[in-house]
């Protein structure tokens, strides 16, 4: 059963940092590309970004490019968002995914709430 | 402002049929990209319902159906169920943003 944990969120200050991460297992993780997906509260969901199998290739929304950080260690099966400068707007809760074929996500995690508030 | 437009809610007696839009552009559906669908209960993680255009993926039932045409893409779900109360997204890539992108969502109300 394939199965994805996410960790590490949690209410930080505008301008703080937090890192996400996501515990894989019931499958090969280094076989696939992964992704996070964030959902604001009231809102639809919002791809974030993805990282492919190998983690030699990294792709982000406009919304997070240059504050936050994908990578991955597929020695541990473990999926990372590194988040920097991280506004109001980020408030959400972040889910990792497996992603797949021609481009969709096959498995969600039960996500992370990410609050960002003074 | 989503990229994909969906209607924000739909509703339907138990038993009867509804379709759920998903309207792009010459960027992401129109441009030939596979669109898919998810069905997410607040408080839950989103499911795979519909994946390259019409496809399914195992345990998910044939009441669910999914359709592509130019630049829109639809979900229909017959026989409703009081079970199928959630909210549908839909998703494709777009060339233009470089990434994935979602409709804004549809809340389905069984009434």
């Known amino acids: 059963e394939v199965q994805l944990l996410e960790s590490g969120g949690g209410l930080e200050q505008p301008g703080g940092s937090l890192r996400l991460s996501c515990a894989a297992s019931?499958?090969?993780?280094?076989?696939?590309?992964m992704t996070w997906v964030r959902q604001a509260p009231g809102k639809g969901l919002e791809w974030v970004s993805t990282?492919?199998?190998?983690?030699?290739?990294?792709y982000y929304a406009d919304s997070v490019k240059g504050r936050f950080t994908i990578s991955r260690d597929n020695s541990k099966n473990t999926l990372y968002l590194q988040m920097n400068r991280l506004r109001a707007e980020d408030t959400a809760i972040y889910y990792c995914?497996?992603?797949?074929?021609?481009?969709?996500?096959?498995?969600w995690g039960q996500g992370a709430l990410v609050t960002v508030s003074s | 402002q989503s990229v994909l437009t969906q209607p924000p809610s739909v509703s339907g007696a138990p038993g009867q049929r509804v379709t759920i839009s998903c309207t792009g552009s010459?960027?992401?559906?129109?441009?030939?990209?596979?669109v898919h669908w998810y069905q997410h209960l607040p408080g839950t993680a989103p499911k795979l319902l519909i994946y390259?255009?019409?496809n399914r993926p195992s345990g998910v039932p044939d009441r669910f159906s999914g359709s592509k045409s130019g630049t829109s893409a639809s979900l229909a779900i017959t026989g409703l169920q009081a079970e199928d109360e959630a909210d549908y997204y839909c998703?494709?890539?777009?060339?233009?943003?470089?990434?994935?992108?979602f409709g804004g969502g549809t809340k389905l109300t069984v009434l």
């Open positions: 995914a497996e992603f797949v074929g021609t481009g969709y996500f096959q498995h």
């Open positions: 019931g499958f090969t993780f280094s076989s696939n590309a």
């Open positions: 990282i492919s199998s190998r983690g030699d290739r990294t």
């Open positions: 010459s960027s992401n559906i129109g441009a030939g990209y596979d």
């Open positions: 390259g255009n019409t």
């Open positions: 998703q494709s890539y777009d060339n233009r943003l470089s990434g994935s992108v």
